[in-house]
């Protein structure tokens, strides 16, 4: 299952590589100029040519850690800056929503031994579960706190939340609490 994925999702890359230099290419006129309603068609295919990658990024992730071929580059980092990061990359899309984001970071965090893209791909994956799930003027807050010698992550929203009885499904790839044909979020979280 995770090899059939793992080839699927690169296999998706080249034509998408295509599409996006295409797309970019008509994004600065190089092709011609465009119209106001063109531009506005153009932003809405950038979009979700943009969705399309971070779909078979998560699908490649999910592949090298299904078949253990997931390697962790160890080193020191500031995960408040790794925080502020992700919060930075979510700002768009909880504008969007009408989401608000806010942060309260611990003030002088000793550097952390972590992978720095692995966690920040988790955080970016919280928040955008959080804001996908929080209604329009509702609010998604990560907090990094210390706890004697560990470093605390809380992501919190306002959202829909989770039923304890379905938390122990919470980390089972491909599966989404609401199952039904006519669920109301997309994605494969």
């Known amino acids: 299952k995770s090899n059939f994925i793992a080839n699927v999702s690169h296999e998706l890359r080249t034509p998408l590589t295509h599409i996006k230099g295409y797309l970019d290419l008509i994004a600065d006129q190089v092709l011609g100029p465009l119209t106001e309603d063109q531009v506005e068609a153009l ?86 579960n959080a804001i996908k799930f929080t209604a329009p003027g509702g609010e998604v807050t990560v907090t990094l706190k210390r706890e004697e010698d560990r470093l605390l992550v809380e992501v919190q929203d306002t959202g829909i939340g989770i039923a304890p009885e379905h938390l122990g499904d919470i980390f089972e790839p491909f599966h989404q609490l609401d199952g039904s044909i006519t669920r109301r979020a997309g994605g494969v979280r």
């Open 43 to 128: 932003t809405v295919m950038q979009r979700s040519e943009a969705r399309l990658e971070e779909l078979i990024d998560e699908l490649i992730h999910f592949s090298l850690a299904a078949s253990d071929e997931l390697f962790l580059q160890m080193q020191p980092h500031d995960l408040g800056a790794a925080i502020s990061g992700a919060l930075a990359k979510a700002t768009p899309k909880a504008r969007e929503r009408g989401v608000a984001l806010a942060s309260h970071l611990a003030p002088d965090n000793p550097l952390v031994i972590f992978d720095e893209e692995k966690v920040a791909w988790v955080l970016q994956e919280l928040l955008e």
